[in-house]
Structures are given as structure tokens and as C-alpha cells.
């Protein structure tokens, strides 16, 4: 399987506990986004990197979050202190190439609960 | 296994009907767009695209069609089939940002 991969595809924690989670872009994407989804909605942006650069960040992405993509390949998202409205799905997508506008490939989402 | 949309906009066809489903948006400096659906405890899935600078383009079984004047873009889908049923959304993107802006969704559902 060449796509999107997210790990884990599950988490269950409780509030005020930290949580990371892993996404590996489809092989050679430059680019990768984070966004979440909540019941009933569509995706929201959080996040952008280009190779390794975070070069965008939604309002929604407080200071308890942060995002890394230390080598340009793989990416992380960690949640720091959650709460309960951070329960939502965690979706990574990649994309290909380092200008202009292109299509965004989504895997299979991350879905937290916080109890 | 969850629900995508629980509480969304539903369009429900007979299996080989033709479906349209609708979405507008609102930025007019958005020349990108995108359809993907979404089935239950996935991720979105791309279908098809269509740049600015073109009104209609056409996929296998699918076809996109823009009007930029109103706004407005709509997926059609020709002999729908059991395994369409999900939830749809039109996304936008606008020069110099990266980040799609994703509409409210459509749920489809085809009847056998």
C-alpha cells in the first residue's frame, strides 16, 4: 500500500494527558497537511509543512498542539494537556509538489477520544 | 464503526439514477477545487478536480462542473451504484495558501 499511512488509527486517553500521533506522506510528497474533523463537519486545516518547513498554521491550532516533520518525510502531531473538545478525527494528507497548487491525498485518520 | 455526518444534507437515489449533488462557496479568489468522498471511518478519498479556468471536466462516471459567476459547483454521477453511498464534499483552495477549505458535506445514499 503506497498511501497516506496514520498510526494509530485509534486513541483513547484521558484529560490533561499528552497524545502524538504519526503520519507517513506518500513516498517522495513534499508537501503535508494536518486537519481535523468532528462529527457532522468537514475537515479543518490546521497545519501545512513543505520538506521540513511548517510554512502555515491555522488559529486553530493552539499552543497545546505542535507539529513536526524533522526530516521531510514523516510527520508527528502532539496534543499536549487535552481536553475533551479535543476529541475529533486527526486527518494527515500529502502532496506532491513544491509550487503552485495540487491535488491532496488524505489517509486514514487518527480518531481521539478524550474521556 | 462511527458516522460521517450524522446530521448532513441527504440525497438518496434508486441504484443506475443519475446523481447531482451541489456545493457552494463563497471566496471568489478560490481557483482550485476539489470532490472527495468519504465513507465511514475513512479518510477523504479524491474523485475529481477542475482549475478555474475550466467549467466542466469529466472523470470516469463522474463529471465536475463549475460557474464561477454564481459561485457554484456540482458532481455528477452517471448509473449510480451501491458502493457511491458516502458522504461527499466540495473543497476550495485559493492562490497562495495551501490549505483547502472544506464545504458542510452531502450523504448520499443509493437504494438497491
Known amino acids: 500500500d503506497t498511501g497516506v499511512s496514520q498510526d494509530p488509527r485509534h486513541k483513547i486517553t484521558k484529560r490533561g494527558q499528552n497524545v502524538t500521533f504519526r503520519c507517513d506522506p506518500i513516498?517522495?510528497?513534499?508537501?503535508l497537511y494536518w486537519y481535523r474533523q468532528t462529527l457532522g463537519q468537514g475537515p479543518e486545516f490546521l497545519t501545512y509543512?513543505?520538506?521540513?518547513?511548517?510554512?502555515?498554521k491555522s488559529r486553530l491550532l493552539s499552543d497545546r498542539f505542535s507539529a513536526e516533520r524533522p526530516k521531510g518525510s514523516f510527520s508527528t502531531l502532539e496534543i499536549q494537556r487535552t481536553e475533551q473538545g479535543d476529541s475529533a478525527m486527526y486527518l494527515c494528507?500529502?502532496?506532491?509538489?513544491?509550487?503552485?497548487?495540487?491535488?491532496?491525498?488524505f489517509g486514514p485518520g487518527t480518531r481521539l477520544t478524550v474521556l | 464503526g462511527e458516522s460521517v455526518g450524522l446530521h448532513l444534507p441527504t440525497l438518496s437515489v434508486q441504484e443506475g439514477d443519475n446523481s447531482i449533488i451541489n456545493c457552494a462557496y463563497s471566496?471568489?479568489?478560490?481557483?482550485?477545487f476539489i470532490w472527495y468522498k468519504q465513507e465511514s471511518g475513512k479518510g477523504p478519498q479524491f474523485i475529481i478536480d477542475?482549475?478555474?479556468?475550466?467549467d466542466k471536466r469529466q472523470g470516469q462516471r463522474v463529471t465536475v462542473l463549475l460557474n464561477k459567476t454564481v459561485k457554484h459547483l456540482s458532481l455528477q454521477i452517471a448509473a449510480t451504484q451501491p458502493g457511491d453511498s458516502a458522504v461527499y464534499f466540495c473543497?476550495?483552495?485559493?492562490?497562495?495558501?495551501?490549505?483547502?477549505?472544506f464545504g458542510s458535506g452531502t450523504r448520499l445514499q443509493v437504494q438497491p
Open positions: 471566496n471568489s479568489a478560490s481557483d482550485y
Open positions: 477542475i482549475r478555474s479556468n475550466m
Open positions: 494528507a500529502s502532496s506532491p509538489r513544491t509550487s503552485g497548487t495540487d491535488t491532496q491525498y
Open positions: 513516498s517522495e510528497h513534499n508537501r
Open positions: 509543512f513543505q520538506n521540513e518547513a511548517q510554512l502555515e
Open positions: 473543497a476550495e483552495n485559493d492562490t497562495g495558501r495551501r490549505a483547502l477549505t
